[in-house]
């Protein structure tokens, strides 16, 4: 039930581009994406949503497949303040009464 | 910017104690969550609660947890009594819509559950 990200973890130089994913065996509505530093809490990222695509930030961006019931990050040109944990947030019932998440890409971006 | 707000941010407990751990959601949000993560580990869900009641929970949900919203503001987890694998972060959440699956969690900073 839970989504599985790959990979699990990556290390970048700064200025480098990384492609995290998320892969649910269950049909999916929508699927979040949240960031988590060291100690803290998931901040939200982006949304995408059944029959569409929603670009969150500038040089973060995300797809969605519906029929492959997968979702990837697309992070481009990193920067420091990347380095983080990336969790996928899945919803599979249309209500908002569950959202389940990925077992985590850790991102390290490096000088 | 409103925000989520939990307390204590760390509780210290011998095994076999009840603890209740706090959390003050936006106001005007009407979904509720406590999530848990063990240090390092995948965010877990534990509990939604929605129009007074438990909309959905988990299997880690079992009859040592419970959840309060005792006056319209608080939301409360309770455990009634710790174990060791209890020790995690816990994180409140709440969302602004019930409806809407295109409405983000907004996550409190956590308590993190320490027992001993």
């Known amino acids: 039930q839970q989504p599985v990200q790959s990979p699990q973890a990556v290390i970048l130089r700064e200025g480098e581009d990384a492609v995290i994913n998320c892969s649910s065996s269950?049909?999916?509505?929508?699927v979040h994406w949240y960031r988590q530093k060291h100690g803290e809490a998931p901040v939200f990222l982006m949304i995408?949503?059944?029959?569409?695509e929603q670009k969150g930030h500038e040089k973060i961006s995300a797809s969605f497949n519906e029929k492959k019931q997968q979702s990837s990050l697309y992070l481009t040109a990193s920067q420091l303040s990347y380095s983080g944990t990336y969790f996928c947030?899945?919803?599979?019932?249309?209500?908002?009464?569950?959202?389940?998440f990925g077992t985590g890409t850790r991102l390290q971006v490096t000088l | 910017e409103p925000e989520v707000t939990q307390t204590p941010s760390h509780q210290v407990t011998q095994m076999g104690q009840e603890v209740i751990l706090r959390c003050v959601p936006i106001?005007?949000?009407?979904?509720f969550y406590w999530y848990r993560q063990i240090l390092g580990q995948k965010v877990e869900f534990l509990v939604s609660?929605?129009?007074?009641?438990?909309?959905?929970k988990s299997e880690i949900f079992d009859d040592q947890f419970s959840v309060e919203r005792p006056d319209g503001s608080n939301f409360t987890l309770k455990i009634r009594s710790t174990k060791l694998e209890d020790s995690a972060m816990y994180f409140c959440?709440?969302?602004?819509?019930?409806?809407?699956?295109?409405?983000?969690?907004?996550f409190g900073n956590g308590t993190r559950l320490t027992v001993t």
């Open positions: 106001s005007n949000h009407l979904y």
């Open positions: 269950k049909a999916l509505y929508s």
């Open positions: 995408l949503l059944k029959g569409g």
């Open positions: 609660f929605y129009n007074n009641e438990i909309s959905e």
């Open positions: 947030g899945t919803e599979t019932t249309g209500t908002a009464s569950k959202l389940t």
């Open positions: 959440a709440s969302m602004a819509t019930a409806s809407a699956y295109n409405s983000p969690l907004h």
